[in-house]
């Protein structure tokens, strides 16, 4: 399974564009690149999920340039209920018999 | 919201004891998953299950078994527990849909092993 990295925190202020990169060097040619996002006692959530160049929807952008090496999901103008844990997982959406793998995801903190 | 349950929402048990928790699906979702969740350690995979009585470990199973007798219930068992097994438990489940695969989590398990 590829490994991700990702920064450990990050902290915004309300209405500003927030951009999470995670790294996967080694991600295979049938992988899928997902995130999900995580509340206090609560279990994640599915956020996005994309293979080449960019996804969008009603919650976010995830940008993915052509090696896929690397991606970014943005959230646009975010408001102080988006501060919760992101998570980026890469591995093949297509078959539950390889379970993605979470990592220790990135702590998003929103200021008011 | 994804029709996926667990019981029970707590529990307190003593080491040494068995515990089972369960997991219920009403979405006819192939695979389910369990997942323990402790600081520090973001969500690591005990078990998971791709059909009816086809499951495999994953990267924390060992003090965990599991049983799938039918697609909705997907077991999770602690032989004898142990105060390294207090953690909060998530049970998931996914099925790919031809263009991506979402899990869908339960609302968590709090377990304390005393």
């Known amino acids: 399974l590829a490994k991700t990295t990702q920064p450990i925190s990050m902290d915004s202020y309300e209405g500003q564009e927030v951009n999470i990169t995670c790294s996967h060097n080694?991600?295979?040619?049938?992988?899928?690149i997902t995130w999900y996002q995580q509340f206090p006692s609560q279990g994640p959530r599915f956020i996005i999920q994309g293979y080449k160049t960019k996804v969008t929807n009603e919650v976010a952008s995830l940008f993915i340039p052509a090696d896929r090496k690397s991606s970014t999901l943005s959230l646009p103008r975010v408001s102080l209920s988006d501060t919760a844990v992101y998570y980026c997982?890469?591995?093949?959406?297509?078959?539950?018999?390889?379970?993605?793998?979470f990592g220790k995801g990135t702590r998003l903190s929103v200021i008011a | 919201d994804a029709g996926i349950t667990q019981s029970p929402r707590h529990k307190v048990t003593e080491t040494g004891t068995p515990v089972t928790l369960r997991c219920h699906q009403t979405?006819?979702?192939?695979?389910m998953y369990w997942y323990r969740q402790d600081p520090g350690h973001g969500l690591r995979l005990i078990h998971y299950?791709?059909?009816?009585?086809?499951?495999d470990k994953g990267e924390v199973s060992d003090g965990y078994s599991v049983s799938r007798s039918k697609t909705e219930d997907f077991l999770l068992t602690l032989e004898s527990a142990t105060s390294s097994q207090t953690s909060v438990y998530f049970c998931?489940?996914?099925?790919?849909?031809?263009?991506?695969?979402?899990?869908?989590f339960g609302p968590g398990t709090r377990l304390t092993v005393l």
């Open positions: 997982l890469v591995g093949d959406a297509s078959s539950g018999n390889t379970p993605l793998v």
């Open positions: 299950s791709y059909g009816v009585k086809d499951t």
């Open positions: 979405e006819n979702h192939r695979y």
């Open positions: 998931a489940i996914s099925d790919w849909t031809g263009l991506y695969n979402e899990q869908f």
């Open positions: 080694n991600i295979a040619t049938n992988d899928y």
